[in-house]
């Protein structure tokens, strides 16, 4: 009895927020309008064929080359030097996932945020969102050793789906080596992932247990790499996980959206700046920070 009342509270939840980004869509249908039919190229996509991919698999690795991530990675390198690891703050009230970022971070002008708003990053973004990017949130993760043992972990470090929008793409940029002991990112390629039947989502998490009835141990992706390695994925169409470590992880990661989610613009920790005309900043630009084009 109540596992039917909570499949239909899931249910009944799930289009309530699909009618509620309709209404979203309409009241805000200007500026629906200049995102969705903004000129985009490319970006870092060499061919059409790998948007497609990234389409139909929910993931694309990319080369972000050393003139982009140099700079990142020295940033971020310097940030956890000054902070250490006491001065990052827990995410969500986990023990294991730490943001370094700060309110000065989120700067457009700060490293980080000029990353997250280089052009070419922008517009691959697009071509897969189908729209001008909105930047939801930028975070300089420091995954902690913890949760490794099954009974140990929570949250995130379980397979579970974001359900914000009806596209996303997170951008994930390892800072430092990750190798299996750092906890790398785990995620289903979209055709397995739309194996395991919405059901199995009451409430949120799946256990590996779970997940193992519906997908092949060879379907999982577990995306290690060196410093500067990146990959966008879509968590919202893919069942993802990660930092089940054993050693720490250190990893940026953007969030993009098309601005017209689930429950609005669902900007997270950010902004918005008050004045940035200082940075002389393109339409593409401003659009990725919310602002009127
Ligand atoms: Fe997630």
Redesign the pocket.
């Known amino acids: 009895m109540i596992g039917l009342r909570r499949m239909g509270g899931y249910f009944i939840g799930l289009n309530v927020r699909r009618l509620k980004r309709v209404a979203f869509i309409m009241s805000g249908h200007r500026d629906y309008r200049t995102r969705r039919y903004f000129p985009l190229d490319l970006g870092l996509a060499p061919s059409v064929d790998r948007i497609m991919d990234f389409r139909n698999f929910g993931y694309m690795p990319v080369d972000l080359g050393p003139a982009l991530t140099s700079e990142l990675i020295a940033a971020s390198e310097r940030k956890i030097g000054e902070i250490g690891v006491e001065g990052t703050v827990p995410i969500n009230g986990t023990r294991f996932f730490r943001d370094a970022l700060q309110q000065s971070d989120y700067d457009p002008g700060s490293p980080f945020m000029r990353f997250a708003l280089d052009e070419s990053i922008l517009n691959t973004v697009g071509q897969y969102l189908d729209s001008a990017p909105l930047i939801a949130s930028i975070e300089l993760i420091y995954s902690m050793p913890s949760g490794v043992s099954e009974d140990d972990r929570s949250k ?1 470090q379980w397979f ?3 359900h914000i929008g009806k596209k996303i793409a997170k951008l994930f940029v390892y800072i430092r080596d990750v190798e299996r002991q750092n906890g790398p990112l785990r995620f289903i390629p979209l055709e397995a992932s739309k194996k395991v039947p919405w059901w199995q989502q009451i409430p949120h998490h799946i256990p590996d247990e779970i997940m193992g009835k519906y997908v092949d141990e060879g379907e999982l992706v577990e995306y290690c790499g060196e410093a500067g390695s990146a990959v966008f994925v879509d ?1 919202d169409r893919l069942f ?2 990660g930092s089940r470590c054993s050693e720490p992880r250190l990893a940026f990661i953007v969030n993009y959206t098309t601005g017209f989610n689930y429950r609005g613009r669902c900007i997270s920790k950010l902004w918005l700046p008050e004045n940035t005309s200082e940075h002389r900043l393109s339409r593409l630009q401003r659009l990725a920070l919310g602002q009127p084009s």
């Open positions: 995130s579970h789906r974001d968590t993802h996980c």
